[in-house]
């Protein structure tokens, strides 16, 4: 099935389309910091929706194109992690349980709604409701509409969070990526592992899904699965070999990243994020000397590199 065009803003459509039968991909224009891709699968009597968005326009641009599909209600909503691009709409599904990774929910309600407007100013959230997690696990887990599975995993280890799950339809050959690919845009490891996302890339094309939706981006399918795989995990092998070189040097992470060639990762969105990989990259190399500063610290050192320029964020 072709594309159905959403327009939501001056970024140009949001498009929805049918991947596999009964399966749908919900990608935003741009993919950038808070536009996030969600999808959804389609029973005889009910919706199961993979992840939320992130504002309230943006959610109800989301619930026009389940509706412009079925009538039939979201009974179950699956956030992929906690991040507050793919939770923030949870609320907006009334009669949706809930269902994530335990720590995704121990994180979302030790921070509840965080105030983002020092770096991303001028963004409309509109009247954001608080909704965690109604159901967790960890391993893994089967959910049954009609005909269908949908098997969510855990990765059991850090990736691009503490609580990432990978949703997976067999019958149908797609996979739900969340934020462990970022097509198009620059991978960001901040709040998770540099390593343990590239061992999480490994996971993702180990499922030989015929079609892949990641957290940000297009969804991509068949010939361009490994060449999309590939490049995700040459970029963190870039940030793993560029920190060790920081670290040689005796650079900080933001000296290293201002004095880094991003060569052919400069074409990638949200290049601002490499100072911000920097330190998890240090972090994550032994005996190394570095301390860690905070996730605060790291953002700030990203807002240094971009030119003292907040990331770009038209959410």
Known sequence: MAAKQFHTDELGPALLQRVAPDVYSYVQPDGTWFINNTGFIVG?????????TSTERRMNGYIEAIRSVTDNPVRVLVNTHHHADHTHGNYMFEDATIIAHESCREVMMAAGIPDYSAVFPGVEWGNLQFRAPDVTFTGSTTLHLDDMTI???????????????????????????????FHGGTPFSLFGS???????????????????????????????????????????????????????????????????????????????????????????????????????????????????RPPRCVA
């Open 194 to 308: 540099v390593q343990g996302t590239i061992d999480a890339i490994d996971v993702v094309e180990g499922y030989g899904a015929d079609v892949i939706v990641p957290g940000h981006g297009p969804a991509f399918a068949g010939d361009d699965i490994a060449g999309v795989l590939e490049s995700q995990r040459s970029y963190l092998r870039f940030v793993q070999a560029t920190a060790a070189d920081g670290v040689a040097a005796g650079r900080t992470p933001l000296e290293q990243a201002k004095a880094t060639d991003l060569g052919e990762f400069g074409s990638l969105t949200d290049t601002e994020r490499l100072a911000g990989n920097l330190h998890v990259g240090y972090r994550e190399i032994g005996d190394s000397g570095y301390e860690w500063p905070g996730t605060a610290d790291a953002i700030m050192d990203m807002v240094a590199f971009n030119g003292g």
């Open 151 to 181: 098997e969510l995993r855990d990765l059991g280890y850090v990736a691009h969070t503490e609580g990432d799950v990978l949703a997976w339809v067999p019958g149908r050959g797609v996979l739900f990526a969340g934020d462990v690919i």
């Open 44 to 52: 005889s009597d009910a919706v199961i929706s993979i992840d939320s």
